[in-house]
């Protein structure tokens, strides 16, 4: 199965998981006196809109190079993650100001059922964490990366529910507000990671170098092909799934302009073969005595 194919099944999943999960917190919240969990509810729903924004974004840069897109249409990756930043903002501001509103409001404390409802929640975001996660690693999805940590941050605001539920239930009259304060933490904590997210995307807009290990391997393999001699510069530049090289490759300076041309071919074949990662591949040759 193609990249593109096992990251927009991932994605599917991410919308069922996380439409499932708003309807039950946000059930569980209102019914059990707890803000903790409507403030997770209300992340799981901004979260539903963002893994629609990813399936749309992966099904868009499915779509071949055409003549306005010579290098495809992947570059539509990072500007997905920047809404899907953008959703988490959003989400951690209305749980930080409704948890301060909340704190000085006098209201009943959590029912105790709550706890049975987070902790299976807890378990199946950090599954979910991980699924998407590898998901994201083997399609080199960034896109798909941010929806992975939006089930991370689900699973920690579950975790601040629970435990401010719990200091709440154990310390009973006068703690009642415990899950209020353990909603402003959770929107901390998503606003830190949705700048953990922000910032490859940045990056990965702005061609930044970051794929030494890529360019490692590109240049590793280029020796083995028949008048190869050596590899001088190499640069790599990620877009959507791919990633895109630059490379000049050193020949013997007195073969024929056509026996450099074939070399090239044969470099650029052999490289797309051996590193399926790879989107489109320049080659430049350089005569070896001049260099």
């Not at 000085?104 to 959590?110: A, E, L, N």
């Not at 890529?214 to 799934?241: D, N, W, Y």
């Not at 020949?251 to 790879?278: Q, R």
Request: contains cysteine.
């Amino acid at each position: 199965m193609q990249k593109e194919e096992i990251a927009i099944r991932t994605s599917y999943f991410s919308i069922i998981s996380n439409t499932c999960l708003a309807i039950i917190k946000g059930l569980a919240g209102f019914f059990g006196n707890s803000y903790a969990l409507i403030a997770d509810a209300i992340e799981s729903t901004t979260d539903i809109f963002a893994s629609v924004l990813v399936l749309f974004g992966l099904k868009y840069a499915k779509r071949p190079a055409d003549e306005n897109h010579p290098y495809g249409h992947g570059k539509i990756e990072p500007l997905i993650t920047f809404i899907v930043v953008a959703f988490l903002i959003i989400s951690a501001s209305i749980i930080a100001y409704e948890s301060f509103q909340n704190i000085h409001r006098p209201h009943q404390s959590p029912e105790w059922w709550t706890l049975l409802v987070l902790a299976p929640i807890i378990i199946w975001k950090e599954l979910s964490y991980r699924l998407v996660i590898k998901r994201s690693k083997e399609t080199h999805s960034s896109s798909l990366k941010a929806d992975a940590w939006h089930h991370r941050s689900d699973a920690i605001t579950s975790i601040m529910a629970f435990i401010g539920i719990s200091i709440a239930l154990v310390f009973g009259e006068g703690y009642e507000n415990a899950d209020d304060w353990a909603a402003l933490l959770a929107s901390a904590f998503i606003l830190y990671n949705s700048f953990l997210i922000f910032r490859p995307a940045v990056a990965e807009l702005m061609d930044e170098h970051l794929y030494d290990d890529i360019q490692v391997l590109v240049q590793k393999h280029s020796l083995a092909v028949p008048g190869v001699l050596a590899t001088e510069k190499c640069f790599v530049r990620k877009i959507g799934m791919r990633y895109h090289v630059d490379l000049h490759a050193r020949v013997d300076a007195n073969i024929s302009v056509k026996e450099g041309h074939t070399i090239s071919h044969h470099l650029k074949d052999y490289l797309m073969a051996e590193i399926p990662s790879l989107g489109q591949v320049f080659i430049h040759i350089e005569p070896a005595e001049e260099l």
